[in-house]
């Protein structure tokens, strides 16, 4: 059985106040009570609200992460978010295992629901293009020209992006916004959260910190 919500409580134990005050005082509770409603929802991150009004039933988690389950998936296609994601996955982690590839696109996509984040999938990815070596993802400000000459590892990774996009696939990284192959050590390691490994990916989580801390 569901709990009932502080909001739905405060409703329920205003409701006898408000069927015998005075119009005005009733007007001022209800208008008291719609300001704090909107003041919780304010303070939830993009991908709370997201959750409480998605429809049932997405997000089932019915891919499976293997080469033969995406081999057998039907030619990806869609609009500009779907070819951002997919060149992006193409670039990132192609060579990573299905798995991984999951992984790193749904980082993306914890990025697009972070308000510390812009808000598409294209934003995100191209997010401080324009400076070398100084933007999120390396292959969008390293000089060299995004050529996708593997076709068959496009259309794998193309695939992947539209199952994504599509919430298809269960959390992997918990609320991963940031990875790196294990080869690497980026300074910014040290500060954030490991949350899962993945191939030869390694996941963080943003950690807030506060004068306290």
Known sequence: MKTLSAMTMALLLAAPLMLF?????????????????????????????????????????????????LDAQPKA?????????????YFEARGETVKGQFAVAEVIMNRVEEAR??????????????????????????GREEVIAEKTAFERVAKVARAVLDERSEELTKGATHYHT???????????????KIG??????????????
């Open 77 to 89: 296609t869609g609009g500009e978010q779907w070819q951002c994601l997919a060149e992006a996955l």
């Open 117 to 142: 984040f812009p808000d598409t999938p294209c934003d995100v990815i191209n997010q401080g293009t324009g400076r070398k070596y100084q933007c999120q993802f390396t292959y969008t400000c390293d």
């Open 21 to 69: 005050a005075p119009a005005a005082q009733a007007e001022a509770t209800m208008q008291s009570l719609f300001d704090r409603a909107q003041s919780a929802f304010g303070a939830l991150p993009k991908g709370r609200i997201k959750a409480l009004v998605s429809e049932p039933g997405r997000g089932a988690g019915d891919v499976q992460y293997t080469r033969a389950w």
């Open 182 to 196: 294990t080869s690497v050590r980026p300074s910014w390691a040290k500060v954030y959260t490991k949350t899962v």
């Open 200 to 213: 030869v990916h390694q996941f963080y989580r943003h950690t807030v910190r506060t004068a306290s801390n």
